[in-house]
């Protein structure tokens, strides 16, 4: 079990640190299938928050400050409300509501018909779906993505910024989990492990995309989104 973990980690971290979001939704299945879905959300947070504070720090210089401290103002609020919520809400009725949505989304940014407002307006509810669905459903990185992405950031600022905002989500989570006693040794351990293989993914993620043409990288992204979300919903 360790050993997959082990490799699903470093996948998951490739995979997030390439287009910035899909860690999240490649763990989730595979945690639950071990542990199921209540305590496989506390522990992909922990990993996660790892997986995002090495992703910031590697792209430290790159970060947008002003649009992540934009999008966090309604995404830190609701991420604890969104938390609040984890124990009651239908998870796989709304993973799958979720899926369908960025996947709609996605097509349309493929083919040239949908791109968000450039705004703050845009910012700040992009932000507070984030917030509330990372609380909820424990994933909400193609959301976040989206938003970032009106930014027309290079690569490694998208990432880096991305992974900030996300950064501070997680920390909110792993305080409203332990305080609703879903948090214990066992479940910040596991989580440590498994976000440990994802930060070395995200290195040699880094390492790649800094040569990466911004245009098709976008284009590259807004796949991934259709296909993780597709894995998703089949898997969960």
């Not at 969104?82 to 996605?106: D, E, N």
């Not at 307006?121 to 779906?129: A, D, F, K, P, Y």
């Not at 609703?180 to 040794?185: A, I, S, T």
């Amino acid at each position: 079990m360790y050993i997959i973990l082990i490799i699903v980690g470093f996948i998951a971290g490739f995979f997030s640190g390439s287009v910035g979001f899909g860690g999240g939704m490649i763990l989730l299945p595979v945690i639950t299938y071990f542990y199921g879905v209540t305590i496989a959300v506390p522990v992909s947070t922990i990993a996660q928050l790892l997986s995002n504070l090495s992703r910031a720090g590697f792209g430290f210089k790159d970060i947008h400050w002003k649009e992540v401290g934009l999008f966090l103002i309604l995404a830190a609020p609701l991420t604890a409300l969104g938390a609040y919520g984890f124990v009651i809400v239908p998870k796989q009725l709304m993973t799958r509501i979720l899926c369908f949505f960025l996947i709609f989304f996605s097509i349309m940014k493929l083919v040239g018909r949908m791109e968000l407002p450039r705004s703050k307006s845009t910012v700040l509810i992009g932000g507070g779906i984030t917030g509330l669905t990372n609380g909820l459903l424990g994933i909400s990185g193609p959301i976040s993505s989206a938003v970032f992405m009106t930014f027309g950031l290079s690569p490694v600022a998208y990432i880096a910024s991305e992974a900030t905002a996300a950064s501070v989500m997680h920390i909110i989570k792993t305080f409203m989990y332990g305080k609703m006693n879903l948090m214990d040794e066992h479940i910040f351990l596991n989580g440590v492990f498994i976000g440990i293989a994802m930060m070395a993914g995200n290195f040699f993620a880094l390492k790649f995309i800094r040569h990466v043409n911004k245009k098709r990288y976008q284009k590259v992204v807004a796949g991934v989104m259709i296909l993780v979300s597709l894995w998703l919903m089949v898997t969960i």
